[in-house]
């Protein structure tokens, strides 16, 4: 929880406090020693997820192991092996050894393909195989499981009694679980043996991702009865695991159109007791192939801004292959811009960085610039590919440089009214108790007029150490007055 509150920049005590209200869970399985630390949940930075596994089709562990390490390159957050085909115990500890993201699965799929492997029948997976399966891969050090723990004989009776469906199911998990309980006409295990399940998280301290089964594959599917009877139950579960020690996490829907996600994560957030919310896109069209990856951001930037809390990325291999290398990469970028800008509605208090970047680019100071991007190589290659012949500029305008020609005679208002305002921060670095006075001040040098006051006040603040509100010298009568809100203490 210290390392948590130190990468967020938080309170420990607000770190301590939501994960034992369980909004805030902290995948780091103790027994693999070596592993970031991150957070996720309420009032952290939402977070992206990367998703890598072998095929039928495509099985090399080398290739796997690349996707894994450009996705810790490009500062995924966490990592999900989903290996359906090869020696699975083998793939997931080499990737576990190759890198130090925390590594989440989903154990159905091991299960389901050792049991078609030894009797060609899917029908024919032994509950008391599954449960040994999920605690040796714990045991291996996996920090979060997708677990279909949400699918029970209510959920497949909302589905039958449906009868319809645009995008079938997506799940591989979720599919192979409804076939194993129409089979044998039982009920879902995990489901069954809920409580079983949360010991064993709760013993190796993973976090329980309740995976959505049922989730919709196409957005005329979004919300229908199938998948809103697995979410209640998800949402139940979730607090159940919480009451009994276990952190937990809701997994959300894949294919929702732009106006229905921020009702979706309302619902979440309500009926589960505000548990972090793991959302698979959302894609909000079903005619993107290609550039599902860009889809997919829309849909992200719109989750977190409404309260998602970790995000899986999308491909542009998306419904069309296997992803490689390149596929992870982009994936990965796109997703991590998408949750900034998310990121900067749910939290407008967190928009720094975005003003030194508009400052940095009006200035036209460009390694100022590269510090604050979140893509700095990607966008050092493009200017140096295509150089200008004046270096202060680039080549979108050249000479005729919007931020060039403006600077002649805007810089003393841009100054006025900015952040970085030299001509004024020497004369307000000295005042004291009669900084209300000078405030109103004509300044000497250069500006035309007086500066805007709440300028003034953000450079004085800034210039004092450690200040707290309650040391403000407030004067009655002043413009700034003791009950003006702090900041934005402007009273008129």
């Not at 092996?81 to 990737?95: F, H, K, N, P």
């Not at 799940?171 to 295990?189: H, I, L, Q, Y």
Request: net charge neutral.
């Amino acid at each position: 929880m210290k390392a948590v509150a130190a990468r967020e920049g938080l309170n420990e005590t607000f770190i301590l406090n939501h994960v034992a209200a369980g909004e805030i869970v902290i995948p780091c399985n103790p027994v693999r020693k070596h592993q970031s630390v991150i957070g996720i949940g309420t009032g952290l930075r939402t977070k992206v997820n990367a998703s890598i596994g072998t095929s039928s089709d495509i099985c090399d562990i080398s290739l796997e192991v690349q996707k894994a390490a450009a996705a810790q390159e490009e500062q995924a957050d966490t990592l999900m092996e989903l290996s359906v085909a090869g020696d699975m115990d083998q793939i997931r500890q080499t990737i576990l050894d190759s890198v130090d993201l925390p590594v989440g699965n989903v154990p159905l799929y091991q299960a389901f393909k050792e049991t078609i492997r030894k009797y060609r029948n899917p029908a024919k997976l032994d509950p008391e195989f599954l449960f040994e399966l999920i605690e040796r891969q714990l045991a291996d050090g996996i920090s979060f499981m997708a677990i279909h723990c949400g699918i029970n004989q209510y959920t497949i009776e909302r589905l039958r009694k449906q009868g319809f469906r645009y995008g079938g199911l997506a799940s591989k998990g979720g599919t192979f679980m409804v076939a194993w309980m129409d089979s044998n006409r039982r009920e879902n295990p995990l489901y069954e043996q809920f409580d079983r399940v949360c010991g064993l998280m709760k013993k190796y301290d993973s976090v329980l991702s309740l995976g959505n089964g049922i989730r919709a594959g196409a957005i005329h599917d979004s919300h229908d009865r199938a998948q809103m009877a697995e979410m209640i139950i998800n949402c139940e579960l979730a607090e159940v695991g919480r009451e009994m020690g276990c952190q937990t996490m809701v997994e959300g829907p894949g294919h929702v159109p732009m106006d229905e996600i921020e009702g979706n994560i309302m619902l979440e957030k309500r009926m589960s007791g505000n548990a972090p919310y793991y959302v698979l896109g959302p894609i909000p069209c079903d005619t993107g192939a290609g550039y599902d990856h860009i889809s997919a951001a829309i849909g992200a930037a719109s989750s977190a801004r409404f309260g998602a809390d970790l995000v899986c990325y999308i491909t542009p291999a998306e419904h069309l292959a296997l992803p490689d290398v390149k596929d992870v990469r982009e994936g990965v970028r796109a997703t991590r811009l998408a949750v900034r800008i998310g990121d900067l509605c749910k939290y407008p208090e967190r928009r720094d960085n975005e003003k030194l970047a508009a400052l940095a680019r009006r200035d036209m100071r460009w390694e100022d610039l590269s510090q604050c991007l979140l893509f700095p190589e990607t966008a050092g290659a493009i200017r140096s590919a295509r150089s200008p012949e004046e270096k202060q500029t680039c080549t979108m305008c050249g000479d005729f440089c919007a931020m060039k020609k403006a600077w002649k005679f805007l810089k003393p208002i841009s100054d006025k009214r900015g952040e970085i305002c030299h001509c004024l921060k020497p004369r307000f670095h000295k005042l004291e108790k009669n900084w209300t006075r000078r405030l109103w001040q004509r300044p000497k040098t250069g500006c035309a007029t007086r500066p805007n006051p709440r300028a003034v006040w953000e450079l004085w603040k800034i210039s004092q150490p450690g200040w707290p509100p309650s040391k403000v010298p407030l004067t009655s009568g002043s413009p700034i007055s003791a009950s003006s809100p702090v900041p934005g203490i402007m009273a008129w």
